[in-house]
């Protein structure tokens, strides 16, 4: 697991490029055969990733000091593979591509398997501290409450599934979902916010090899960009905006963890005000 420290918004304005990818940018999370996690000191977030057609075990390992990997954490997945499935202390979950589970605190012996050799399951997870157990719960695309927003005049026409939150399958903290744009459009989160009471991690993917999104981040009066590629992902800081503009469309996984759990929670920045 690698670790991550909380930068200041006073000191990140003097990174360069090299330093802000090395910060945030979190790349080769679908390494075959093996699970790779990012500790992130903003509200102690981990990021996960792993793509297999074997079983796989989510260890504790040293870096969180716990005897299993939730004994003091809840975790929600969502898989941008092939058909996967996930044990949770003796119960199978099979998740179809786009599929979501939501692990409660206290689960004990975690599982990920592939189940087509042709199409590796590809399981993208986000886990946050937790002081209560909710109840594991498969979340299935087509129950996933969507909401469409944006124009094609914008260039922002989307979809947004919200997988885990308050008015759906409940956490402690954890708020999760995802973000389809269609064909013809690049532009997510614009105009753009911060929420000062959470932060929050993007994952894009579902994009060709020759296709980048320009991922915006910082201070609205400071604002710098990180190339995102395919199945890359981007820690955001609560005082970061997160915004972003691609070369053609794509799909962005949004992990929120923090104070509170409210979507519309946002300090919204005004146009004019972005630098």
């Not at 199945?231 to 503009?245: K, L, R, T, Y």
């Amino acid at each position: 697991m690698e670790i991550r420290y909380a930068v200041h918004p006073d000191d990140f304005i003097y990174y360069d490029t090299e330093l802000i990818r090395e910060e945030f940018l979190i790349q080769n999370l679908f390494i075959p055969g093996q699970i790779n996690m990012v500790y992130s000191h903003n509200d102690r977030i981990i990021i996960g990733g792993l793509t297999t057609v074997d079983t796989l075990s989510l260890e504790a390992g040293k870096d969180i000091k716990a005897d299993y990997f939730l004994e003091r954490r809840e975790m929600g997945i969502i898989n941008i593979g092939g058909k996967g499935s996930v044990n949770v202390d003796g119960k199978k979950y099979t998740l179809e591509n786009q599929d979501g589970l939501y692990i409660g605190m206290g689960s004990k012996e975690i599982l990920f398997s592939g189940l087509d050799p042709q199409n590796p399951a590809k399981f993208y997870f986000n886990s946050a501290t937790a002081h209560y157990s909710y109840p594991t719960q498969k979340i299935a695309i087509n129950s996933v409450e969507a909401v469409h927003l944006g124009s094609i005049a914008e260039s922002n026409e989307r979809t947004i599934y919200k997988y885990i939150h308050p008015e759906g399958v409940k956490s402690c903290q954890l708020v999760m979902g995802m973000t389809i744009l269609e064909p013809g459009n690049v532009w997510n989160t614009m105009s753009c916010h911060t929420h000062e009471r959470r932060m929050e991690v993007y994952l894009y993917f579902n994009m060709p090899e020759n296709r980048v999104v320009f991922h915006l981040m910082g201070c609205p009066s400071e604002t710098r960009h990180i190339t995102v590629r395919n199945e890359e992902a981007v820690i955001s800081p609560s005082w970061s905006i997160h915004s972003g503009v691609g070369t053609g469309n794509y799909t962005f996984i949004w992990g929120m963890v923090g104070e509170n759990q409210a979507f519309g929670d946002m300090d919204d920045v005004e146009m004019d005000n972005l630098q």
